[in-house]
């Protein structure tokens, strides 16, 4: 069992200041030069290890407005066990990332007093892989919720100081800020295409296990968590979906089971789960999960998200799409075309386009 060996010497679990701080600077320059998602988390964890240690994790991002996790990022011992896990995870309520509103940060052995049994993901899995404690960290601003990091410790004791809660919290808002660049930096222009893609369908037992696929799902998985080597891809994207209508049906979650996740060169994929057939039971009825080109007002519902925009920014967007120029805008909106024209310098500077053909470009995807 690898060590803790935090920063420092002092007492088990506690962390330098000095060497928080200086970490956060660090933390704050990764966030400001590193654009790419994968990237960007990777470069990170391995600055959080510097000065709280773990031996696993999983770091998802998620769709801003349901909270559904896609293309995820992890180290876990039990991944032969990943459907298992996922479904645990969207099932449990001690710590759930949608529930973190106070704070940014929960730690497993601080809520449950001490009992991480009263956790099901800890009582039915983690337990017996071993790990003592799990520290919890949700990225929401006001534009939605851009991911959550869990981070695994295990040996005994395996407990997190309330001190390293306290760094991992400090490191939230710029960590954010980052991802959601990170998804804005996505909305690229696309080159020329014909009809759109998909849908594809995989379906999935009520435990997560893959009965079926559609021809085409394989490819669209390759590129959703690109496999390592010749490796059959690991649907981990769709049964986060599929894991999120079990979550509402057992009314832990009311978001929606569904997740907006881009693909590669602006391509922005849904995915959607559903129960399909009527033959057997509802909770015994087999799962659907269908990917397929993200629609435009999703897409632009999403863009909006993803740079900041402000209200008045957000409906002048929704005016552009539909192709109304400035003196009607000024008319629906109610506005002079002179404040028309400094919403749309604003809106330029934000997402670095420098023109609406451009801009509208970006954010539908044509």
């Not at 990943?82 to 710590?95: A, F, G, H, S």
């Not at 660049?181 to 998909?198: D, K, Y």
């Not at 900041?308 to 109304?324: D, K, P």
Request: proline content about 6%; overall charge positive.
């Amino acid at each position: 069992m690898r060590e803790h060996a935090l920063v420092g010497t002092y007492s088990p679990g506690m962390i330098r200041s000095a060497a928080s701080g200086r970490s956060r600077e660090r933390i704050v320059r990764i966030c400001d030069s590193v654009g790419d998602a994968r990237a960007l988390r990777l470069q990170l964890l391995g600055e959080i290890r510097q000065v709280v240690s773990f031996d696993a994790y999983a770091w998802l991002l998620t769709d801003p407005e349901t909270s559904v996790g896609s293309a995820p990022l992890a180290d876990v011992p039990c991944l032969e066990e990943l459907p298992r896990l996922i479904r645990l995870k969207y099932l449990t309520e001690v710590n759930r990332w949608t529930t973190l509103r106070s704070a940014p940060v929960a730690l497993l052995q601080e809520a449950t007093g001490g009992d991480p049994s009263r956790s099901l993901l800890w009582r039915e899995l983690l337990g017996r892989c071993g790990i003592g404690d799990v520290a919890s960290l949700v990225f929401r601003d006001r534009f939605g919720c851009w991911g959550f990091l869990d981070l695994w410790r295990s040996g005994t004791p395996a407990r997190f100081h309330p001190a390293e809660a306290a760094y991992l919290a400090g490191i939230a808002d710029p960590v954010t800020l980052a991802l959601r660049r990170s998804q804005a930096n996505a909305f690229v222009a696309r080159p020329s295409r014909g009809a759109r893609l998909g849908p594809v369908v995989l379906l999935l037992s009520p435990g997560l296990e893959v009965r079926g696929q559609t021809p085409e799902t394989q490819e669209y998985l390759r590129m959703l968590v690109p496999p390592a080597g010749d490796r059959p891809p690991i649907p981990a994207s769709a049964y986060n979906v599929a894991a999120q209508l079990l979550a509402v049906e057992a009314s832990v979650d009311r978001n929606l089971p569904s997740a907006r996740v881009h693909l590669l060169d602006g391509l922005w994929v849904t995915l959607r789960a559903a129960r399909i057939g009527d033959d057997e039971p509802g909770e015994e009825r087999a799962i659907a999960v269908t990917i397929e080109e993200t629609s435009p007002p999703e897409r632009v519902a999403l863009f909006v998200r993803a740079f900041g925009f402000s209200a008045r920014e957000t409906e002048l967007l929704g005016h552009l799409v539909s192709g109304t120029d400035t003196r009607e805008l000024a008319r629906r909106m109610f506005l002079s075309e002179h404040t028309v024209q400094d919403h749309l310098k604003s809106i330029f500077a934000k997402t670095s386009a420098r023109n609406r053909r451009t801009l509208l470009s970006r954010a539908l995807g044509t």
